[in-house]
């Protein structure tokens, strides 16, 4: 009788294979990570109960990120980052564009919420708006990319303004403020701004949106302001901040005029 030959049908891997990572990468990432909070060098005992993996599997991965030049092992036996990580971190500078990161989380904001989005920086004793996605509504308020204004009592310029910073880091410490305004820079419009930072910790912009009085009530900003904290998170990861700074509840904080 001819023998019958079995095949097994060959599937392609689902979505949640193939999006899953490797472990041995993310343990190393994770020992990595450890050495960007203060203090020069660390220990394997320190690694091991930092990380929760057991000192032989840090040792590993040790062993294989000082071969490649990440981290490098001192006479003291404790460890700290290798030259690699300098090269690494050149080669972001180099190929960084702000405008390539901060656009795109524009665009979906304001496609988002139905308002004009913009980025602000402080340059001096003013506040630049350096990227805006205008709203797609007819009436919206309008300001131009490079358009500078003061440090007012705007949700920008209280997001930029270092009065008084220290008062409300200690009045709302551990909490991500999205502060809101109405009628400061114009007397029909409204805007909610938040702080992106930089991996220093450092307010590097804020992050808004803004539009008519009339579109701004209390129920509206109570349903945005969290997609407003969400994106001012994303950018401060891109820009390296730690998770401390973006996994904190938000809050609205208003400030109306005078």
Do not use: W
Not at 191 to 201: C, M, N, P, R
Not at 217 to 225: D, G, H, M, S
Request: proline residues 4%.
């Amino acid at each position: 009788m001819p023998s019958t030959v079995k095949t097994k049908s060959l599937k392609s891997p689902s979505p949640l294979v193939r999006n899953k990572g490797i472990n041995s990468v993310e343990r190393a990432l994770s020992i990595l990570d450890l050495f960007l909070a203060e203090g020069s060098s660390r220990g394997l005992s320190e690694l091991s109960k930092s990380t929760g993996l057991v000192k032989p599997t840090v040792l590993r991965c040790l062993v294989s990120l000082q071969a490649a030049g990440y981290v490098v092992r001192l006479p003291s036996g404790r460890y700290q980052l290798g030259a690699k990580v300098l090269l690494l971190g050149n080669a972001y500078r180099s190929s960084f564009r702000l405008d390539e990161h901060v656009l795109p989380v524009l665009q979906r904001l304001s496609e988002e919420t139905s308002e004009s989005a913009s980025f602000h920086v402080r340059e001096g004793g003013q506040r630049l708006c350096l990227f805006r996605i205008e709203s797609s509504q007819v009436v919206r308020d309008v300001v131009k990319p490079g358009m500078a204004s003061a440090l007012d009592d705007s949700s920008m310029g209280l997001v930029l303004s270092e009065a008084d910073r220290q008062e409300r880091l200690a009045k709302y410490a551990g909490e991500r403020i999205v502060f809101s305004s109405t009628g400061v820079r114009g007397a029909q419009t409204a805007s909610l701004a938040t702080a992106v930072y930089d991996s220093e910790g450092a307010i590097a912009g804020a992050l808004a949106i803004s539009g008519p009085i009339n579109r701004f009530t209390l129920q509206a900003k109570r349903k945005v302001y969290p997609k407003l904290a969400e994106a001012a998170d994303e950018l401060s990861a891109v820009l390296g901040c730690a998770s401390a700074l973006t996994r904190r509840p938000a809050r609205l904080v208003n400030q109306h005029k005078g």
